[in-house]
């Protein structure tokens, strides 16, 4: 049998070698022992490189196959890093951006507020959940309005770090209003209330039958209401109903704000 020439032996210890290298190059081994390798691989390499056949560069290459993957994790983070920076500084904008509207309008003149983000919303119960809690001196009952003075429920649950709000169109959240209408060269005010359907849906009832209402009238907090400023914009009437010789009327609001839309609200502490 013949025995494989120096050459085919040759190839097959590189080979090997090198296969070795590769596994080696990607465990956590201290430079001691990367040292000791490159020094036995040396005359290897050296021969190779000799022939033109350039060794040592495939295998300084592999050596810095790994320190190049940690550099780029490295880079990586910090990216992720700046990315985050970035959007806070997108959120902290945008922020301000409200206040100053709310400035604009004079609502920290009326009211004192606290700005809080939306951080979920329960279509189901018609609720939802914001960013500030007890430790922000959030209280239970307290009024929530949107940045435009545009009604959008109370604090019903209060929390260290997060609160609760019961949107008006919970089907517990029940509201005295008026319903103003212009007649002539007057604002009349007309006594009702709303009372909250589920789905983002508000009922107008309590109607006098002989008050004539239309469609467009603003509907907005009445002083009856205790724990609501007057005259906070909720919606406007629409689909009226005369429920026949009754005493009453009924109709649909309108909401004036669509709470898909809303990001961030203001928690009324006092007016």
Known sequence: MRHPSIKVKTVI??????????????TNLSSVVKNFFYLISAP???TFWLAGDGITDFFETIFKARDLQEKNEKL??????????????????????????????????EFDIILAQITGKDIARDSILINKGSEDGILKDR???????????????????????????????????????????????VEALIRGRGNFQIELDHIPIGEEIKDGDRVVTSALGGIFPP?????????IERLGAGLFQRAEVQSAVDIRDINYLFIVTDF
């Open 13 to 26: 210890i590189v080979i090997l070698l090198i296969i070795f290298l590769i596994i080696f190059n990607l």
């Open 143 to 189: 009024v929530v309005i949107t940045q435009e003075k545009i009604l959008l429920g109370k604090i019903s649950d209060v929390y260290k770090n997060f609160s609760r709000i019961m949107l008006v169109s919970n089907v517990e959240s029940v509201i005295p209003v008026n319903i103003q209408k212009q007649e002539v060269d007057k604002l009349i005010n």
């Open 76 to 109: 990586e983070l910090k990216i992720q890093e700046m990315s985050a920076k970035i959007a806070l500084l997108k959120e902290t904008e945008k922020e301000n951006r409200i206040l100053r509207e709310a400035i604009d309008i004079d609502l920290q003149k």
């Open 44 to 46: 290897i390499q050296r």
């Open 231 to 239: 005259g906070i914009l909720i919606g406007y009437v629409k689909n």
